[in-house]
């Protein structure tokens, strides 16, 4: 298994991966556009002997009233199901918190299972005195401080990318 950047010929292998792993096509039209839409993106691949089997995507968030923390939400993640429960999603994570990293991003937020993301660090986002734009419960929004501080004194509201509202 190689983890790797997508490619622009991986698009149709995403997509297909995308909506393999989720019960309708949102989260597939929600990668096009951001791809259309967003920078910088960290879109990788989990590559099995040169077929594309999972996708992880990282883009820009804003928390409101403080335009100058640097922050990436994770959306989406999928691995096709018959690929599931072998690690795959979190060699995906891993990989793609370091990329983050690497860009100098110091948080990553994500709106997703309670007891799959505290796994890599992410805690309730309202520790943090963060809300989610989105009316959601508070366990499943989530953040980790890759860089120590870069909340710290910043509560208020996420705002995921404006590709999230028009899917």
Not at 113 to 120: G, I, T, V
């Amino acid at each position: 298994m190689n983890i790797r950047p997508e490619l622009p010929t991986d698009a149709p292998a995403v997509r297909a991966v995308n909506q393999a792993a989720f019960e309708t096509n949102t989260e597939a039209d929600l990668v096009e556009l951001l791809h259309q839409q967003a920078s910088p993106l960290i879109s990788l691949v989990a590559d099995d002997a040169g077929s594309v089997v999972g996708h992880i995507l990282f883009s820009p968030a804003i928390l409101l009233g403080h335009p100058n923390a640097k922050i990436m939400g994770l959306a989406p993640m999928a691995v096709l199901p018959a690929h599931q429960q072998l690690g795959i999603g979190s060699s995906l994570v891993r990989a793609g918190l370091e990329a983050c990293r690497q860009l100098g991003f110091g948080a990553v937020v994500v709106l997703g299972h309670a007891k799959y993301y505290p796994r890599f660090g992410f805690q309730p986002a309202s520790r943090f005195g963060l809300r989610c734009e989105y009316d959601v419960p508070d366990e499943v929004f989530m953040a980790l401080e890759l860089e120590s501080g870069t909340f710290g004194g910043k509560p208020g509201t996420i705002r995921y990318h404006p590709a999230f509202a028009q899917v």
